[in-house]
């Protein structure tokens, strides 16, 4: 089984800054991408952020230059900082990872259970 826990969500000012965590644990081999994804009421699920195994990232235009992935092999989590908010990032933020629970497993995306970020104006 693999697990999943988000964290990092919250209510901030319009200008502030946040930091989601996402950490995977339990029958893990490898995890190849993980990302963010955020879905705001009334909207569909949009990809926020996207980072591979090797550390190279891909951004939503309408985050680039604001928000920051990383990850932490060692640990197997994926972080999004999240700087200078705007009242339009309020939306529940999801991660995800495709990962394989064994060498010869097929690629598996897992998502978290979504954390909660609201921006003030």
Request: aromatic share 10%; charged share 15%.
């Amino acid at each position: 089984q693999v697990h999943l826990v988000e964290s990092g969500g919250g209510l901030v000012q319009a200008g502030g800054s946040l930091r989601l965590s996402c950490t995977f644990s339990g029958s893990i081999f490898a995890i190849n991408v993980m990302g963010w994804y955020r879905q705001a009421p009334g909207k569909q699920r949009e990809l926020v952020a996207g980072i591979t195994s090797g550390g190279v990232t891909n951004y939503s235009d309408s985050v680039k230059g604001r928000f920051t992935a990383s990850r932490d092999n060692a640990k197997n989590t994926v972080y999004l900082q999240m700087n200078s908010l705007r009242p339009e990032d309020t939306a529940v933020y999801y991660c995800n990872a495709d990962l394989r629970t064994t060498a010869w497993a097929s690629l598996t995306t897992y998502w978290g259970q979504g954390t909660q970020v609201t921006v003030s104006s």
